[in-house]
């Protein structure tokens, strides 16, 4: 089967730009996660859909980042603007509900 | 909240031989998943291996184990054997039971293998 699809791969802005990254997840999977992982630490959640409603987006930062899954399958992630401290790779997973979570190849952003 | 510590930045090894990360983690909740993923440089963090909190057996997956120890709230990686391809930063990752799905991970440790 098809694994969890990111894209772009790498992407590089300059500050108070706007960037938006996309996943597509493994057909069926019900729940989808973004995480953000600066170098050198593990990820950290920051958004968890269960079909398109938001289960968890405590760690979220509201102010300049949204996402959304409105057909309950593909996932858009949006920074707007983008500060130095975004640099990070966006990782997206999904899981079928259950324990065992499927990670993309992740989306390497650089903010200049 | 959950805490997963990871006090191994870097490890290394040499091919053919055996090598165990470290992994300890703090919880209040009774009923939970351990993981270990790994992570190869510029690619995608893949499963390597599970353990549910019930379990008493460690959990094992060809050259990979894990000691589980519950007690003591440690959850150590042995690799044996170890091949090249296993160089990648590891990282241990907790996620407590219930429909709450939100992994709280270590900071990885490096794993360099020698030829």
């Known amino acids: 089967e098809a694994g969890v699809a990111q894209s772009p791969r790498y992407k590089i802005i300059e500050k108070r730009q706007s960037v938006a990254f996309w996943c597509n997840p493994i057909s069926g999977h019900a729940t989808l996660y973004w995480y953000q992982q600066i170098l050198g630490q593990g990820p950290k959640l920051l958004i968890q859909f269960q079909n398109n409603g938001v289960v968890d987006d405590s760690q979220l930062p509201k102010d300049r980042f949204s996402a959304e899954r409105l057909k309950g399958v593909d996932s858009t992630l949006k920074i707007q603007p983008a500060k130095l401290e975004d640099s990070a790779v966006y990782l997206c997973?999904?899981?079928?509900?259950?324990?065992?979570?499927?990670f993309g190849p992740g989306t390497r952003l650089t903010v200049t | 909240a959950q805490t997963v510590t990871q006090s191994q930045p870097e490890m290394s090894v040499q091919e053919a031989e055996t090598v165990t990360l470290s992994c300890t983690y703090d919880?209040?909740?009774?009923?939970?998943?351990l993981f270990w993923y790994k992570q190869p440089p510029s690619r995608q963090m893949i499963l390597v291996i599970r353990q549910e909190a019930y379990k008493q057996q460690n959990a094992t997956e060809n050259r990979f184990s894990v000691n589980f120890q519950k007690a003591a709230k440690s959850f150590s990686l042995k690799i044996s054997d170890s091949q090249l391809g296993d160089a990648a930063m590891y990282f241990c990752?907790?996620?407590?039971?219930?429909?709450?799905?939100?992994?709280?991970f270590g900071k990885g440790t490096l794993l360099t293998v020698n030829p």
């Open positions: 990752a907790f996620l407590p039971g219930g429909s709450n799905y939100k992994l709280t």
């Open positions: 919880t209040s909740e009774s009923d939970y998943y």
């Open positions: 997973a999904s899981s079928l509900g259950a324990v065992e979570q499927y």
